[in-house]
């Protein structure tokens, strides 16, 4: 009677526990978002930095950046790298744009994702942050069936009933 019992109680655990994990956010169109607008900002008048950026400045950005991650998607993600950074000031005005792409990883679906944010900073502030889902542009296509009467199937090549001769 024990047994029974304890098979329906893991039963009910197993059962509410993966409902709950299927209804959590699995669709990679919840990661994709835009915020902000950066056509009011030119680059005339800035000139590559000779500066550089220290690591303080570079962590300032990426917690800029996931903040609006988190109000944009409501989602945590934590950054894995930096993969690429264009410093550029403005002496005239003592200005410091920063354009630069971050990849994230969060853990709040389904299975770890991974996705790059391209940001717009301004003295420190996040003028505009995007990601964006990549076309597929890639001259390789699946195998649909149209394609491929020009090669030898694999019964000819090597065929099943093969009488060995003793």
């Known amino acids: 009677m024990n047994k029974v019992l304890l098979f329906i109680l893991v039963c009910a655990i197993l059962y509410y526990g993966l409902k709950e994990f299927m209804i959590m956010k699995s669709n990679k169109s919840d990661i994709d978002f ?17 500066i550089g950026v220290t690591p303080d400045e570079v962590a300032g950005y990426v ?38 792409q971050f990849m994230f990883v969060t853990t709040q679906t389904n299975f770890p994702v991974g996705f790059a944010v391209q940001a717009v900073i301004l003295d420190g502030n996040v003028i505009k942050a995007t990601t964006q889902t990549l076309e597929d542009t890639s001259p390789i296509k699946p195998y649909t069936g149209q394609y491929g009467s020009e090669f030898v199937t694999y019964d000819e090549i090597f065929p099943k009933n093969i009488q060995l001769a003793l």
Do not use: H, P, W
């Open 34 to 50: 835009t915020y902000g607008d950066d056509s009011m900002i030119s680059e005339s008048g800035f000139t590559d930095s000779q």
């Open 63 to 100: 917690k800029g950046v996931a903040n609006i991650i988190k109000t944009q998607t409501g989602i945590c993600a934590d950054v894995t790298q930096t993969t690429s950074m264009k410093v550029l000031d403005n002496k005239a005005e003592k200005k410091r744009l920063v354009k630069c």
